[in-house]
Antibody, heavy 118, light 107 residues
Framework: EVRLVESGGGLVQPGRSLRLSCEAS????????MHWVRQAPGKGLEWVSI????????DYADSVKGRFTVSRDNAKNSLYLQMNSLRTEDTALYHC???????????WGQGTMVTVSS | SYVLTQPPSVSVAPGQTATISCGAN??????VHWYQQKPGQAPVLVVY???DRPSGIPERFSGSNSGNTATLTISRVEAGDEGDYYC???????????FGSGTKITV
């Protein structure tokens, strides 16, 4: 079964850092672009970041640009999100999602919760 | 930035048809994707590229896109269709991905 599993979330103080991971299984990870999408409690979906299949292209939502960095290790079938200078408004469930090749998110992980609070 | 407008909620009786709109300027020139999210679960892609269904998605789910409105239609609605539905596009002007605000379907 094609699967994405996130980890690394937790409670962190404002201004601190956190690194999220997403491990892929049962598909050729290196063939796909990957995204991070977040959902604040009780709110809708917000796209956060994309990284192309080989890591050569990256982009970010304006709300996180300059603070978050996406990366990947295709040998480990893993996607990462380094989050620095965290703010209370970054509190959300963070999902990784696969880009199906048509700019749609065809596979999603269950998410890892990040809570930014003092 | 490109904004997608969805109604907050839609109520429908079992067996009837639910329609969810996604409005934006000239959305017809974009490819629209739709996601279903049930409580406590990750989103699931139910329609991509305006009208196509991923494998495993029932034919009851269909999409259309014309003018300034894209539409997700759920025929013969079942209790299990309850949840939040989001439209999504790629905004070529910014290179970013945009979600609608979501519509809660109540059966």
């Amino acid at each position: 079964e094609v699967r994405l599993v996130e980890s690394g979330g937790g409670l962190v103080q404002p201004g601190r850092s956190l690194r999220l991971s997403c491990e892929a299984s049962e598909f050729t990870f290196g063939d796909y672009g990957m995204h991070w999408v977040r959902q604040a409690p009780g709110k809708g979906l917000e796209w956060v970041s994309i990284i192309t299949w080989n890591g050569g292209g990256k982009d970010y939502a304006d709300s996180v640009k300059g603070r978050f960095t996406v990366s990947r290790d295709n040998a480990k079938n893993s996607l990462y999100l380094q989050m620095n200078s965290l703010r209370t408004e970054d509190t959300a469930l963070y999902h990784c999602a696969r880009d199906g090749g048509n700019r749609a998110f065809d596979i999603w992980g269950q998410g890892t919760m990040v809570t930014v609070s003092s | 930035s490109y904004v997608l407008t969805q109604p907050p909620s839609v109520s429908v009786a079992p067996g009837q048809t639910a329609t969810i709109s996604c409005g934006a300027n000239n959305i017809a020139i974009k490819s629209v994707h739709w996601y279903q999210q049930k409580p406590g679960q990750a989103p699931v892609l139910v329609v991509y590229d305006d009208t196509d269904r991923p494998s495993g998605i029932p034919e009851r789910f269909s999409g259309s896109n014309s003018g300034n409105t894209a539409t997700l239609t759920i025929s013969r609605v079942e209790a299990g269709d309850e949840g939040d539905y989001y439209c999504q596009v790629w905004d070529s002007s910014s290179g970013h991905y945009v979600f609608g605000s979501g519509t809660k379907i109540t059966v």
